[in-house]
Nanobody, 119 residues
Framework: QLQASGGGLVQPGGSLRLSCAAS????????MAWYRQPPGNERELVAV???????NFADSVKGRFTLSRDNAKNTVYLQMNSLKSEDTAVYYC???????????????WGQGTQVTVSS
């Protein structure tokens, strides 16, 4: 399962760091990603990091968000700086991973964590 944390209320221009950790009988984690779903909108990809550490970001967050992973802890971190009101959303982590006993990769979603940017 995935456990996300780090959301909260922050003023415009502020920072937050989201974390998402996987637990269980994990053989390997391929990609780790963050999605978000603003109020009244569809879920969208924010950022993704490959097993080799290559990152890709949505244009709307480039230069403000960074993504890193700690493979020893099966954890991904989303550092969000210079936050704007339009970053307000529920953020979901998404891992593609190989579980013990499986022959193919599965996709897991975290439970979602609320990020609210408001003065």
């Amino acid at each position: 399962q995935l456990q996300a944390s780090g959301g909260g209320l922050v003023q415009p221009g502020g920072s937050l760091r989201l974390s998402c950790a996987a637990s269980g009988s994990i053989i390997n984690i391929n990609s780790m990603a963050w999605y978000r779903q603003p109020p009244g909108n569809e879920r969208e990809l924010v950022a993704v990091i490959s097993s080799g550490g290559t990152t890709n970001f949505a244009d709307s967050v480039k230069g403000r968000f960074t993504l890193s992973r700690d493979n020893a802890k099966n954890t991904v971190y989303l550092q969000m700086n210079s936050l704007k009101s339009e970053d307000t959303a529920v953020y979901y982590c998404n891992f593609k991973l190989l579980l013990r006993g499986s022959s193919s990769y599965s996709t897991l979603w975290g439970q979602g964590t609320q990020v609210t940017v408001s003065s």
